[in-house]
């Protein structure tokens, strides 16, 4: 979502710390070891996100707003910041070949292929939407493609520096690269100047999702794609429907997910067709980069508003829930994903699998520990052999907040104990109206690597946190 800016704090890497937490556990279980560091402090903004390297097991990346990135090649112990102009949003990947690839609101692919010590520019997916509504006659469509900040000759636009309106609502871009295909990239941006399903702002049903931004009432997301290395990308096509439009979350959604040319993305709709659901949690795939789709409903066990429509206001906005539902999907497996959302009071995690590319789904895992007000900024993903892992922060009463995750070693919904990442509790609040809008997890075969928003050390920072999963005798 679009920022507020923070000072920009120097790289440091934090001390290591070493939690042994002490849950209960059999007389054959080793305690969970768990390394949480501060990756760059008093950054004003949060947001992480992080990604980790299959050919270099040592190697992690931390993709920052306003700063760029931080790099490890020692497991995360130590961290070197490399700064990367961009407008905020940022959002991060790294390819089937090992190349890694950063971006945010002004479209600029940043890309590193020396294990992310040296960046440079690929390409800019921002020039793709001009093409976004190419014939469809409307005369201020131009207007449109402005909105990310857009380079010439669709600019030109002034950076955007702290919160307020853009000429569109161009928000939160998402980029993700195909788990099996080198050079393969997609990006889906929001564009607030659009209704769901098409709708255009003008009418009352565009009206009908919550307001997360006093500026932006509607939002339709949109994707595009790369097939070489972010040199050139398609025309941007929508991810919902006139019959099955987003509802409830002003276009957002998480991140889009692909392997093997098959592009996944969920998102909550106001209806669905053959469905008595009034808020529909949508599960699709797509062989073409999104022109068609093949739509599933999730059958959730919780329905109504109440999934999706929870307290969100221009002046308290959660983006927690703006951003549900959460996707993870599995590089080596064909058809599994898994979808999270919240149960109806923000106390758990509901997560839903499927092994057939949506036709059928397991019952909810219900994720979270004992005790803790509220749940929030949760992510999932699956790692290259089928783990499956989530993340969430746990509020308690006087806001401060906790940093927790849970392992499914199986890749199903019969996940393990839940284990505390933070090695200290940080002040709240836990969310606020930007700059810190999400938590980010990934997996390699042994061990969960996370990153989040902390202010233990006073102003807004980056912590990263890695547990070792495979460690654990259960």
């Given amino acids: 979502m679009t920022l507020s800016r923070g000072a920009r704090g120097s790289a440091r890497a934090g001390a290591v710390l070493i939690l042994l937490l002490a849950p209960t556990l059999s007389a054959h279980a080793a305690p969970p070891v768990v390394i949480d560091v501060l990756v760059h402090g008093n950054t004003g903004v949060g947001e992480p996100q992080v990604a980790v390297d299959a050919r270099h097991p040592a190697d992690v990346v931390v993709g920052e707003n306003n700063s760029g990135v931080s790099v490890s090649h020692d497991h995360g112990r130590t961290w070197k910041q490399i700064p990367i102009p961009n407008q905020g949003d940022n959002t991060l990947a790294i390819d089937a070949?090992?190349?890694?690839?950063?971006?945010?609101?002004?479209?600029?692919?940043?890309?590193?292929?020396?294990?992310?010590?040296?960046?440079?520019?690929?390409?800019?997916?921002?020039?793709?939407?001009?093409?976004?509504?190419?014939?469809?006659?409307?005369?201020?469509?131009?207007?449109?493609?402005?909105?990310?900040?857009?380079?010439?000759?669709?600019?030109?636009?002034?950076?955007?520096?702290?919160?307020?309106?853009?000429?569109?609502g161009c928000d939160r871009p998402w980029l993700t690269a195909d788990a099996t295909v080198p050079g393969h990239y997609y990006v889906s941006f929001v564009d607030h100047s659009d209704g769901s399903g098409g709708t255009a702002t003008a009418n009352a049903e565009c009206k009908t999702s919550t307001a997360t931004n006093q500026f932006f009432s509607c939002g339709r997301q949109y994707v595009t794609s790369s097939r070489d290395g972010g040199k050139t990308w398609k025309p941007f096509v929508p991810v919902d429907s006139a019959d099955a439009p987003t509802d409830y979350t002003n276009g957002f959604s998480g991140i889009p997910l692909a392997r093997g040319g098959v592009l996944a993305t969920s998102y909550l709709a106001g209806k669905a067709p053959g469905s008595t659901c009034t808020t529909c949690l949508m599960f699709q795939t797509s062989r073409d980069d999104g022109t068609t789709w093949?739509?599933?409903?999730?059958?959730?066990?919780?329905?109504?508003?109440?999934?999706?429509?929870?307290?969100?206001?221009?002046?308290?906005?959660?983006?927690?829930?703006?951003?549900?539902?959460?996707?993870?999907?599995?590089?080596?497996?064909?058809?599994?994903?898994?979808?999270?959302?919240?149960?109806?009071?923000?106390?758990?995690?509901?997560?839903f699998v499927t092994s057939d590319s949506g036709s059928t789904w397991s019952a909810p895992a219900q994720l979270a520990e004992p005790g803790g007000a509220q749940r929030w900024l949760p992510w999932i993903?699956?790692?290259?052999?089928?783990?499956?892992?989530?993340?969430?922060?746990?509020?308690?009463?006087?806001?401060?907040?906790?940093?927790?995750?849970?392992?499914?070693?199986?890749?199903?919904?019969?996940?393990?104990?839940?284990?505390?990442?933070?090695?200290?509790?940080?002040?709240?609040?836990?969310?606020?109206?930007?700059?810190?809008?999400?938590?980010?997890?990934?997996?390699?075969?042994?061990?969960?690597?996370?990153?989040?928003?902390?202010?233990?050390?006073?102003?807004?920072?980056?912590?990263?946190?890695?547990?070792?999963?495979?460690?654990?005798?259960?």
């Fill in 97 to 168: 070949a090992g190349t890694y690839a950063y971006t945010s609101l002004d479209g600029d692919l940043q890309v590193s292929k020396d294990r992310g010590n040296s960046w440079a520019s690929a390409g800019n997916w921002v020039g793709s939407l001009a093409a976004l509504w190419s014939g469809s006659g409307a005369q201020d469509v131009p207007f449109r493609f402005l909105g990310c900040n857009a380079p010439l000759p669709f600019g030109p636009v002034d950076p955007v520096h702290g919160p307020g309106l853009h000429v569109i």
């Fill in 294 to 351: 093949t739509r599933h409903v999730v059958p959730a066990t919780v329905d109504g508003p109440s999934l999706g429509a929870h307290v969100l206001n221009p002046l308290a906005i959660s983006s927690s829930l703006a951003f549900e539902p959460y996707l993870a999907a599995v590089p080596s497996r064909p058809g599994r994903y898994a979808v999270t959302v919240f149960d109806r009071t923000q106390k758990q995690l509901l997560v």
């Fill in 381 to 474: 993903a699956y790692g290259p052999d089928g783990a499956l892992g989530a993340m969430w922060r746990t509020t308690v009463a006087d806001g401060s907040y906790s940093v927790w995750a849970a392992v499914s070693r199986s890749g199903t919904a019969a996940f393990g104990r839940p284990v505390r990442l933070s090695s200290k509790t940080s002040p709240g609040p836990v969310s606020q109206v930007a700059g810190d809008d999400a938590s980010f997890v990934a997996l390699d075969r042994t061990t969960l690597h996370a990153a989040w928003g902390d202010r233990r050390e006073g102003s807004l920072g980056i912590h990263y946190a890695r547990y070792a999963f495979s460690a654990e005798d259960r």
